[in-house]
């Protein structure tokens, strides 16, 4: 069919030429759309083993009544393959009559071109030459270059023009017409992004509330001022003769910072978040049962889906049979544990990094680098963390994937759920087994003036006077805004030049072809304009099975990011629901306009994701409880308060917390030996030429011999007491929540029952008849 405005050129050029106003050419029939194309490079060779496979595996597609137009272009030769309608019929029938039907959805009516994909695709993925290879070992073996499935021009135009632009940046998405062009699992996968985007509002809100809190006592809180107006000379950090004794004081601005992420809305607002992950996922289950039982496909079921496929490929297949073996699990185990050692040893690597790194910052010459150097080292050691995952993605894919082969599960599905368990698993430790380091070791295995822990002569990272959670806040922003940022651009950027060389190279043949049309071409298209559609979708960007795989896992990762650790940094929220707006479209516009067609599959969940999920909630309510009670200043300000402060010895005109900065504090004096041979003289010197005899550090120890005091294990026994209560009192609050938000709405309920009764009276209807005629 032509185009309007292709039709209308045609018309005002037969105006020219003195014909009537009819159209040039005859209305052409519609052409009947390929499933799929395959390429290979041409080879001139025809004894050469890929010309032979090539050849093998298209006899046995001809077999199956498949039908294959060969084009040949340049030096590669391009395949388009059209199933026959008797494949469709069974596969309709079939699924009539399974368990899983509950009426079927769209393919009860009638196939279209996505299920003509998601079943033409199970065939030629199932189909072996006589060697035994199938269509993936091929690849493999260059017989074939690539496969791909086309783009519909009419709806891909549709979906172009509503959703996959920029300026539609603000209006809802067509979840249904997404459904319909890429299957139920993209469709869910928007459905999800959608869900989760507008739920991070309220999130985001009581995010930047805590914030502007701590913000709003920014000048007049009294432990900045005790900070900022401090006399105190505090310990060298490092060793060296160029790391000084300093003052507290000089640290204002970091106290300042500190108290914007470590305040009393913090432990509300960890709290709120872990409640906020149990009712996203409680509603979120609410939200499919109302679009999956609208697509007919809430019954649906994976293996039967898998079995009915099997049988349309070849009517005498054998079912693969479930399979268990305690040698392969147990080897599986071991080299998982291996993996996440390694991936661990990393992290380490990391820690040392920045224990090295500190004090050669600290001697550089760059003066803003030596007076901030412990800072400048957590910020260098947080972008070689970034550039540790962007490698590790890599290798742990290519693990995961090896270890699933090891498992041979005995479907694609299951394979798909064992590989994303495993690969969540490592990018999971990947990401944040530094983050869990600044957390929770950070500054409490460092030891003391006389007795410091060390790597060979470097002692290990203090935490700054008021506290680790602006170090870990530090780790969590850069690691956020690179990954988040970065990735967005090279997701888009690649993509869009490959289209812009490929939008050149096809330029020449849809001149070819529209003169083509004026020529010929009266019944279907000819090679020309064939070849025009399957070069414009050969040159986009490929994709696989995986290819949605990345983006959950890009925004699981992102949701583990906005609730674990979500207590150091109140502002995750927010710029993940900024990263989201953009994310939907810039995603959308690569799945229309950027990237091959996605193979469309069917689902009525996001499977194995909803889980993972889960545990991540559980996680989040362990890692904030900890990070509140462990990681923060929160508890000793909460017993100074309340036990050693002002207030707690009847000192009523005094503020409170007044002392508090000086309470933290213990004392080191030259005096002693061992801290005599952890500092030289020459790092007791202060402003220049002033020399003192002792130095604090932050720690509850007793200045004759360095023991633990009985205010720091008042303030542990509190810290251990607080974790267990937050942890308790959160998880019966989740529990309450999922409990009163029920996971399917009742009029799903009630739809599905007629929609069932419905089918039981037509399926009687229809058995009516047959037994009328054999009597």
């Known amino acids: 069919m032509f185009s309007k405005k292709t039709a209308e050129k045609f ?15 005859p209305q052409l029939p519609i052409p009947r759309s ?18 032979l496979r090539q050849k093998a595996f298209i006899e046995q597609l001809e077999k199956k009544n498949i039908s294959v137009t060969r084009v040949v272009h340049e030096e590669k030769i391009f395949f388009g393959l059209r199933a026959p309608k008797e494949i469709f019929d069974d596969y309709q029938y079939l699924l009539k009559v399974s368990d899983s039907c509950n009426w079927c959805g769209d393919d009860r009516s009638s196939v279209n071109q996505a299920t003509r994909i998601r079943i033409v695709h199970f065939i030629l993925n199932n189909t072996f030459i006589n060697t035994g290879e199938n269509l993936l070992e091929l690849l493999e073996k260059d017989a074939f270059e690539t496969i791909f499935c086309l783009h519909e021009r009419r709806e891909q135009k549709e979906l172009r023009n509503k959703w996959a632009r920029w300026t539609a940046l603000f209006t809802n998405q067509p979840v249904d017409d997404v459904k319909s062009y890429f299957g139920e699992k993209v469709a869910l996968y928007y459905l999800w992004l959608g869900w989760y985007t507008k739920l991070l509002v309220p999130a985001a809100v009581l995010g930047v509330v805590v914030f502007l809190y701590g913000l709003a006592f920014f000048n007049t809180n009294l432990l900045i001022k005790e900070v900022c107006d401090s006399t105190v000379i505090m310990c060298p950090r490092c060793d060296g003769d160029r790391c000084h004794v300093w003052k507290l004081s000089d640290t204002c601005v970091y106290a300042k910072v500190s108290h914007l992420f470590d305040n009393e809305g913090t432990v509300a607002f960890a709290m709120c978040m872990a409640i906020w992950a ?67 040893g990393l992290a380490q690597a990391l820690v040392v990094f920045r224990v090295v790194a500190a004090p050669l910052i600290s001697e550089g010459s760059w003066e803003f680098a030596r007076d901030h150097a412990n800072t400048v080292a957590v910020m260098i050691g947080a972008v070689l963390h970034y550039v540790t995952i962007q490698i590790m993605t890599r290798v742990n894919r290519w693990v995961s994937l090896k270890l699933c082969e090891i498992e041979k599960p005995n479907s694609f599905a299951a394979m798909e759920r064992n590989f994303t368990v495993k690969m969540f698993t490592f990018q999971f430790f990947t990401l944040f087994s530094s983050l869990f380091y600044v957390a929770f070791f950070l500054g409490r295995i460092n030891g003391h003036p ?42 888009y950027t690649v993509p869009l030049v490959k289209r812009y060389f490929a939008r050149k190279m096809t330029k020449k043949l849809r001149r070819m072809c529209g003169r083509c049309y004026r020529k010929s071409c009266r019944r279907e298209p000819c090679d020309i304009c064939k070849l025009r559609d399957w070069l414009k979708n050969y040159k986009l960007t490929k994709t696989d099975a995986f290819s949605l795989f990345n983006e959950f896992l890009e925004m699981v990762v992102q949701f583990s990011f906005t609730t674990i650790f979500v207590a150091a940094f109140p502002l995750a929220p927010l710029l993940a629901l900024i990263n989201n707006i953009f994310e939907i479209r810039l995603d959308a516009i690569k799945m229309v306009r950027l990237e091959r067609r996605l193979v469309p599959r069917k689902t009525n969940d996001i499977g194995i994701w909803t889980k993972i999920l889960e545990a991540i909630g559980v996680l989040a309510v362990i890692a904030n409880g900890l990070v509140i009670g462990v990681s923060s200043d929160f508890i000793p300000r909460l017993v100074y308060r309340y036990r050693y402060g002002p207030c707690a010895n009847g000192f009523k005109d005094i503020p409170c917390m007044q002392g508090y900065i000086n309470d933290t504090l213990s004392i080191a004096s030259m005096r002693h030996s061992n801290v005599m041979a952890d500092f030289d003289l020459k790092q007791m010197v202060v402003d220049g030429n002033f020399n003192v005899s002792e130095c604090s550090y932050k720690d509850y120890r007793s200045p004759e011999d360095y023991s ?68």
């Not at 499933?35 to 010309?51: G, H, M, P, S």
């Not at 009163?740 to 399926?763: C, G, S």
Request: charged share 30%; aromatic share 10%.
């Open 34 to 51: 390929y499933d799929y194309v395959l390429v290979a490079d041409k080879i001139d060779d025809e004894e050469d083993q890929r010309t």
């Open 450 to 491: 006389g007795n410091y822990s060390r790597i060979s002569k470097w002692r290990l990272e203090e935490c700054h006077p008021s506290g680790c959670l602006t170090d870990l806040f530090i780790q969590m922003a850069v690691i956020m805004l690179l990954k988040q940022t970065l990735n967005n651009i090279f997701e």
């Open 11 to 25: 018309e005002l050029w037969g105006k020219r030429k003195g014909r009537s106003s009819q159209p040039l050419l």
């Open 278 to 344: 149990t009712l996203f996922l409680e509603l979120w289950k609410r939200h499919r049962a109302r679009h999956v039982s609208k697509w007919k496909v809430y019954d649906w079921c994976e293996e039967e889906e898998e079995l009915i496929l099997e049988i349309v490929n070849d009517p005498n297949c054998e079912p693969n049979k479930f399979r268990h073996s305690y040698f392969r699990s147990t080897l599986v185990l071991a080299l998982v544990t291996l993996m996440l050692m390694l991936i661990i």
């Open 708 to 775: 633990l005091t009985s205010q720091f294990w008042t303030v542990l026994a509190v810290r251990f007491a607080f974790v267990i209560l937050f942890e308790h009192v959160v998880v019966v609050c989740k529990f309450i929540a999922a409990w009163f938000v029920p996971n399917n709405p009742m009029h799903v309920k009630n739809e599905r029952l007629h929609d069932k009764l419905a089918r039981l009276k037509e399926e009687l209807t229809e058995q009516k008849p047959k037994k009328c005629t054999e009597v």
